[in-house]
């Protein structure tokens, strides 16, 4: 679908600046972005284009979202946002230097590090709600118990730890990607994920050999 292009009760928030490969020791090199020709019609006007770059990306920003955020409603409503801004960049876009895709995550991040601050500003922290201390009772309950827990850790993390672990645990993101994305460089990355991964271990100890054997 094809986001709104009219939109007179949108907050005028400003996106931020179009990806620069020099930021992450050319992580954003884009000569195989399958957007690229999309984006170039997009950008006379063809909203039809545009659409086709909306289905190939807006399952992964709203994933995204959601692990960032906890809320399904969030999530769609940051993609949305992110896919319209998106729109209307497509005039500004420089090939060669990330793949669009990249910025529209980079986009994604920084919407959802917006919500994140906005929510401690105004309440405590309410990460508990998502996690169900009570037994389970067969194999689908526990299945159910131990992806809050997932969420619940996740949202424990600092928020650029987060974000590492989200791009390339659960969006299988390279490590160059992510770096990208997150507009730092691999070495960052690396230490981010680390850290990540130790905060992880610590929370989802029981689930440890179901769920992360491969951050250890």
């Known amino acids: 679908m094809v986001p709104e292009l009219s939109c007179p009760s949108e907050p005028r928030l400003l996106a931020p600046p179009l990806p620069s490969s020099r930021a992450v020791n050319g992580a954003g090199h884009a000569g195989d972005d399958p957007d690229l ?4 019609r997009a950008a006379d006007g063809d909203q039809v284009a545009y659409g086709r770059i909306v289905s190939r990306n807006i399952d992964a920003i709203t994933r995204v979202a959601e692990r960032m955020l ?7 409503d940051v993609a949305q ?10 005039a500004n ?19 959802c590090t917006d919500r994140l601050r906005a929510r401690r ?3 405590l922290d309410d990460s508990a709600e998502f996690v ?6 067969d194999a689908r309950l526990q299945q159910q118990s131990v992806a809050l827990r997932v969420r619940a850790a996740l949202a424990t993390l600092a928020e650029r730890q987060r974000a590492a672990v989200v791009l390339c645990h659960f969006e299988e993101m390279t490590n160059i990607e992510a770096a990208a994305a997150l507009e730092i460089s691999i070495e960052a990355l690396e230490s981010l994920l ?7 271990r610590a929370a989802l100890l ?8 491969d951050l250890s």
């Open 37 to 40: 020709a999309d984006l170039r």
């Open 70 to 76: 906890g809320s399904r409603a969030e999530a769609e």
């Open 81 to 90: 946002d992110v896919l319209l801004r998106g729109w209307r960049q497509t």
């Open 93 to 111: 876009w420089r090939a060669g230097e990330a793949r669009f895709s990249t910025w529209l995550h980079r986009v994604a991040l920084s919407r």
């Open 121 to 123: 500003e105004t309440s």
């Open 132 to 137: 169900d201390r009570s037994p389970p009772l």
């Open 194 to 200: 680390a850290r990540g991964r130790r905060a992880l």
């Open 206 to 213: 029981p689930e440890r050999a179901a769920l992360i054997g």
